[in-house]
């Protein structure tokens, strides 16, 4: 039981660049979320979603784009990447409105040079 | 506006003394608040959540409680192991599960 797979792990873009955080869940659920973590701070919500075909912004969206083909799969899109993209990435689901608690992926830590 | 705020930051005890973390949030109509475990490197884990003032819930030596403005998670007797980020989140009323997240407190237990 695999739960929620983010990949890569790691990874360092050059200004300017784009790349695709992939996220995929196995359990069916229909919410599906992503967060950022900067030190310090709270996770902050930039998008989510509630089903496939269904996307919307969260709290910090700016710079980012994603997509929701499939119930399993929700690929996070950086595009033209910033130093202020530098942080660790944690997609989550539920299989509810968050009431029986998300299933958080492991992290993809990007940074921005 | 909606928030959450945890305290202390940090808090570092001795094995087995027990004390107490405190979420304080300010929230448009409460549906949910949830506490997590974090441990370094890693995601958040899902520990509890509670719906209503007076609830309470328990997991091995972790207990949370909510009223209606704070949430405490008591950690009776606490061991090494139990050092971790914990995260308090709150869902407001009209959201589609996105859940708000204060910053952490650090709990360090020294043997």
């Known amino acids: 039981n695999a739960g929620v797979t983010q990949t890569p792990k790691f990874r360092i873009l050059k200004i300017g660049q784009s790349m695709t955080l992939q996220c995929t869940q196995d359990m069916n659920h229909n919410y599906m979320y992503w967060y950022r973590q900067d030190p310090g701070m709270g996770l902050k919500l930039i998008y989510y979603?509630?089903?496939?075909?269904?996307?919307d912004k969260g709290e910090v969206p700016n710079g980012y784009n994603v997509s929701r083909s499939t119930t399993e799969d929700f690929p996070l899109r950086l595009e033209l990447a910033a130093p202020s993209q530098t942080s660790v990435y944690f997609c989550?689901?539920?299989?509810?409105?968050?009431?029986?608690?998300?299933?958080f992926g492991s992290g993809t830590r990007l940074t921005v040079v | 506006e909606d928030q959450v705020t945890q305290s202390p930051e940090a808090l570092r005890l001795q094995e087995g003394e027990s004390s107490s973390l405190n979420c304080s949030y300010t929230?448009?109509?409460?549906?949910?608040l949830f506490w997590y475990r974090q441990d370094p490197g890693k995601g958040p884990e899902f520990l509890f959540t509670?719906?209503?003032a007076g609830e309470e819930k328990e997991k091995e030596r972790l207990k949370a409680t909510l009223t209606k403005k704070e949430s405490f998670l008591h950690i009776t007797a606490p061991k090494p192991e139990d050092s971790a980020t914990y995260l308090c989140?709150?869902?407001?009323?009209?959201?589609?599960?996105?859940?708000?997240f204060g910053k952490g407190t650090k709990l360090s237990v020294k043997p």
């Open positions: 989550a689901s539920s299989s509810r409105t968050g009431g029986y608690g998300y299933t």
């Open positions: 509670l719906y209503s």
């Open positions: 989140a709150v869902q407001a009323g009209g959201s589609q599960g996105n859940l708000i």
């Open positions: 929230v448009s109509g409460l549906r949910g």
């Open positions: 979603s509630v089903g496939a075909g269904i996307t």
